[in-house]
């Protein structure tokens, strides 16, 4: 918290300081130069649904425009879950083991995209969602949150989207939509900065009409 408050004061920004934190002590925060009119944390008087994002309506050049910042329940999917030996039942004890594992994330999302999704839905104003999805792009996370919105990425991306660095393999699992009014300009993810296990992914929008 007394990161933000210098950081605002170095750069004169908006700061919304209602930082989220999960039990990892991983937190959700927004940041503007521009007037943050409202904000709130999306969430459900739930004890088992834990708090998915935090959204705020900035005003900018005279319009307002809800930001929408998501992180989904993590699957907490170890690198050594996948190493399978040559054993073959010992191999499919540990598909099992990993299905067990995931199945509980699963439904955990399927709460979590409806709650964001309503807040997508009733928005008065044109949305910008972008966060940590923990999920791939063929999945039902990425389907029924794009739904109605423009993949940045797929609008002005080049080459890999991948931003997620932990694995060997590429993977993606941050994403950045919008309303179709906005038009994403430049999709970059920032490789030059290891900030955590996620490369910042920096995307520009022009608001004119299309």
Same mark, same amino acid.
């Given at each position: 918290?007394?990161?933000?408050?210098?950081?605002?004061?170095?750069?004169?920004?908006?700061?919304?300081?209602?930082?989220?934190?999960?039990?990892?002590?991983?937190?959700?925060?927004?940041?503007?130069?521009?007037?943050?009119?409202?904000?709130?944390?999306?969430?459900?008087? &739930?004890?088992?649904?834990?708090?998915?994002?935090?959204?705020? &309506?900035?005003?900018?050049?005279?319009?307002?425009?809800?930001?929408?910042?998501?992180?989904?329940?993590?699957?907490?999917?170890?690198? &050594?879950?996948?190493?399978?030996?040559?054993?073959?039942?010992?191999?499919?004890?540990?598909?099992?083991?990993?299905?067990?594992?995931?199945?509980?994330?699963?439904?955990?999302?399927?709460?979590?995209?409806?709650?964001?999704?309503?807040?997508?839905?009733?928005?008065?104003?044109?949305?910008?969602?972008?966060?940590?999805?923990?999920?791939?792009?063929?999945?039902?996370?990425?389907?029924?949150?794009?739904?109605?919105?423009?993949?940045?990425?797929?609008?002005?991306?080049?080459?890999?989207?991948?931003?997620?660095?932990?694995?060997?393999?590429?993977?993606?699992?941050?994403?950045?939509?919008?309303?179709?009014?906005?038009?994403?300009?430049?999709?970059?993810?920032?490789?030059?900065?290891?900030?955590?296990?996620?490369?910042?992914?920096?995307?520009?929008?022009?608001?004119?009409?299309?």
């Amino acid at each position: 918290m007394q990161m933000l408050c210098s950081f605002r004061k170095t750069v004169e920004m908006h700061i919304n300081l209602k930082v989220m934190k999960s039990e990892s002590g991983v937190g959700l925060t927004i940041l503007s130069k521009h007037k943050i009119i409202s904000h709130k944390i999306i969430e459900r008087n &739930d004890e088992d649904v834990k708090v998915p994002g935090l959204q705020a &309506d900035i005003e900018i050049e005279g319009k307002i425009y809800r930001f929408i910042n998501i992180h989904l329940q993590s699957f907490h999917f170890e690198k &050594d879950m996948v190493k399978l030996n040559g054993n073959a039942d010992t191999n499919e004890q540990k598909v099992k083991d990993i299905v067990k594992t995931l199945i509980p994330t699963f439904k955990k999302h399927q709460t979590q995209v409806a709650l964001i999704r309503e807040v997508i839905d009733n928005s008065p104003y044109p949305v910008i969602l972008a966060g940590d999805f923990n999920s791939v792009p063929n999945s039902y996370e990425y389907y029924h949150l794009s739904d109605g919105l423009e993949d940045a990425f797929i609008e002005a991306g080049k080459g890999s989207a991948t931003s997620f660095h932990d694995y060997k393999f590429p993977i993606r699992i941050d994403y950045v939509f919008s309303s179709k009014s906005l038009s994403a300009v430049s999709y970059k993810v920032d490789r030059s900065v290891s900030l955590s296990d996620h490369y910042p992914v920096i995307v520009k929008f022009s608001t004119g009409n299309k």
